[in-house]
């Protein structure tokens, strides 16, 4: 499988006035498409700094990032953009629904910025995705109307709205309970059988094995990379 | 639980962005109004300064322009006219030998020495002017006696209700006939028609020949010209007054009497130009001139007043420009006011919606999709406001008219200009366009990163 996401000497430091903070030193990771990937590691190990970097929000301090064959760290801050609404779906933990949006309305609005134009054909598919994350009954309704599991559904619903290669979720389940949590992982789960490229920051054992390989980071460095393939299918208790 | 992403509609092809998308535009100005919304007592207080601003300039334009227009208009009817009048010498040199009889004023050596202008005068209107008391049977009433020519009603705007008015016919024939002012005819006259009866006028009999219709007094429009009632007038000609009552008038005042013995009271010309332009009004006041300096070199005592009325015109004008201008400034201040208002709002919301532009961002909006975004509430603000200030200074200009004459019982003319009303509403969308753009490049320059982190 060709990789779709190739990292080479990726180093992120943090200047804080005469403090230098060498968050990621010297990473090199590739991952493939279609892959489901696993970020795990210990708090402040750099997750959510790669993730950043990987999600074209954040530029690396030195070090190359490849998404297929172009080269990240070289692009303006408009092709940045271009890239993140094209290529790219976010899901984070905090949900980051607008809440002055509607379910429908949030999913839309990675359209808005891609110059669609917004029609009943558009409004069908956010429509369509609102429903296969089983909102079907809520599409009117505000970000604060929803429980937790069902913004995340929405987020989920709107990572997927421009259909990008890659989908990044930093602790997608990081604020659900356990059986919450299980459903958006076989949504994730169902996604990547689909096609989608996922990864996704963890810090629980039992949400990683869900992923085909687990990347374990310590301190801005790789400590382990292995893959899942004895993968257990976990059935809802 | 069963998920298909492939049961979900293709995701739409990117459309290439026109150059005006007026479908996006639209939604701009419906995403901005929402965001707003969510804000309704911050934003429509953030655009007071603008309402006030907007409503204060319709309004006060309005006001300003009807208290100004009266003016005017009792001056362009004097158009080219220039007032000669005798005055009574303040303070006889002569104070020893003080006369029963003062004789001053205008001579008809001066207004043959007028006849050099030839052509450059259109009319001549020469008056005498006096109080007298005009007879009706045993019916009395004071007026005011006019001796003049045909050319008199034109000059002053005045309209015959019956009858006529005095003809060049009447001075030729020095006959006997006059014309009574509206009020005066209503006096003497309750039941009767006067045309056709006589009056008596100091000794002499005048046939009726016309009634003039009721006129407003004229205001007394600052500088020489007095207000005057012509309501209470009766008219007579001119040479016949001349012929028949003389130079020598006695008015009794209070109890006391005095004599006067004037020529003519006051020769109004009209000099044939255009006012509406330059070389019009220079005309009339090279004309003025000249005949301020005949009168000075005919009259060795100071027995003589000139008024050229469109020396008041331009004087008006200019206080016109003055008050003005004068809005505009006030106005301006308010709007910058107002747009300092929205700005100081606007950074705040940029602060406090620093999470939502990094979801944005994160979600694909480039720098200019948020400078657009933040743009556009602050324009629709200011615009709502201008159109709401429209709304209140309209009322006004229409809704305290008629309150203040309801209290007061005098009138407030106001005249709205439709300028104001576009100037002020354009005037509030470029102040959201220049104090938006800074709070809007504020939120474009953030960080996405920093942004998305800011809680
Ligand atoms: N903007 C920043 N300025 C300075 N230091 C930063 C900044 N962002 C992150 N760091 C530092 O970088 C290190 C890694 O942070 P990061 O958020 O990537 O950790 P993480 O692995 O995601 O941790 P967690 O599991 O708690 O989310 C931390 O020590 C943090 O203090
Ligand atoms: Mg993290």
Redesign the pocket.
């Known amino acids: 499988m060709p990789a779709i996401v190739r990292v080479v000497d990726l180093y992120k430091d ?1 200047f ?1 006035g005469d403090v230098t ?1 060498h ?1 990621l030193k010297g990473l090199n990771l590739s991952f493939d498409e279609g892959d489901f990937i696993a970020l795990m ?10 993730m950043n970097i990987l999600g074209c929000l954040d530029r690396p301090t030195a070090g190359s990032y490849y998404l297929r064959d172009d080269d990240v760290a070289q692009m303006t801050d408009d092709e940045l953009s271009e890239v993140r609404s094209t290529y790219l779906g976010f899901i984070f933990q905090a949900y980051n629904l607008l809440p002055q949006y509607t379910v429908v309305e949030n999913i839309e609005l990675p359209l808005v910025y891609q110059g669609a134009i917004l029609t009943e054909e558009t409004k069908a598919r956010c429509v369509a995705l609102a429903e296969m994350v089983g909102l079907a009954e809520r599409l009117d309704h505000r970000p604060k109307q929803l429980s937790g599991g069902q913004q995340q559904r929405v987020a989920i619903a709107r990572a997927l709205v421009n259909d990008p290669q890659l989908i990044l979720a930093d ?1 997608p389940t990081g604020n659900l309970d356990s059986r919450t949590s299980d459903e958006i992982m076989m949504m994730l789960t169902e996604l990547n059988r689909a096609g989608k490229t996922i990864i996704m ?1 963890t ?1 629980e054992n039992d949400i990683a094995e869900w992923a085909r390989r687990v990347v374990r ?1 310590r301190d801005g460095q790789v400590e382990s990379d292995v893959r899942n393939d004895a993968r257990t299918v976990v059935a809802l208790p | 639980m069963s998920i298909n992403i492939r049961d979900v509609p293709p995701a739409p092809v990117k459309a290439t962005p026109g150059f005006l998308d007026l479908s996006r535009l639209n939604r701009s100005v419906l995403l901005a109004v929402r965001s707003l919304w969510l804000h309704k007592l911050r934003a429509s207080l953030s655009v007071l300064g603008i309402v006030i601003g907007t409503s204060a300039v319709i309004s006060l334009m309005a006001f300003g322009k009807g208290s100004m227009a009266d003016a005017l208009n009792d001056i362009k009817k004097q158009g080219t006219n220039i007032i000669v009048r005798s005055v009574k010498p303040s303070d006889d040199s002569s104070t020893g030998s003080r006369s029963f009889v003062v004789s001053y004023g205008l001579t008809f050596r001066d207004l043959e020495r007028f006849e050099t202008f030839g052509d450059t005068i259109g009319r001549t209107v020469p008056m005498r002017v006096f109080p007298s008391e005009v007879r009706y049977l045993e019916r009395m009433q004071n007026a005011r006696l006019v001796a003049t020519t045909n050319d008199y009603a034109a000059v002053n705007h005045l309209q015959v209700a019956r009858g006529r008015f005095i003809t060049s016919e009447d001075n030729r024939n020095l006959t006997n006939n006059c014309v009574l002012g509206a009020t005066l005819a209503d006096r003497l006259f309750p039941t009767e028609d006067p045309i056709g009866q006589s009056v008596l006028v100091r000794g002499h009999r005048f046939r009726i020949v016309g009634v003039m219709d009721n006129r407003m007094p004229t205001g007394g429009t600052g500088g020489s010209s007095a207000a005057e009632d012509y309501n209470l007038d009766i008219y007579i000609p001119f040479s016949t007054c001349r012929a028949r009552i003389g130079e020598t008038v006695i008015v009794r005042a209070s109890g006391s009497r005095s004599g006067e013995k004037v020529a003519i009271s006051q020769v109004v010309l009209t000099v044939n130009a255009d006012f509406e332009t330059r070389e019009g009004r220079e005309r009339v006041k090279a004309v003025g001139e000249s005949i301020k300096n005949i009168l000075k070199e005919e009259h060795y005592k100071d027995d003589w007043a000139v008024t050229v009325p469109l020396d008041r015109l331009e004087e008006a004008e200019r206080q016109q420009q003055r008050f003005t201008s004068l809005l505009v400034l006030i106005a301006s201040i308010s709007l910058i006011v107002g747009g300092i208002g929205i700005m100081n709002i606007m950074l705040a919301t940029v602060t406090e919606r620093t999470r939502e532009i990094g979801i944005r961002r994160a979600l694909g909006a480039k720098r200019r999709d948020i400078i657009t975004q933040f743009l556009v509430e602050a324009v629709v603000q200011t615009t709502v406001g201008g159109l709401a200030g429209v709304i209140i200074g309209l009322g006004i200009v229409f809704g305290i008219p008629p309150l203040w004459n309801l209290i007061t019982g005098s009138m407030l003319p106001a005249l709205l200009s439709y300028w104001s009303i576009l100037l002020s509403v354009g005037v509030s969308i470029v102040v959201g366009v220049m104090f938006g753009l800074y709070p809007a490049w504020q939120a474009a320059r953030l960080d996405p990163i920093e942004a998305l982190r800011h809680d």
């Not at chain 1, 708090?43 to 959510?48: D, Y």
């Open positions: 943090y804080m903070v968050v590691g210990p708090s402040g190990s750099g997750k959510s700094t790669l602790e920051v810090h980071l």
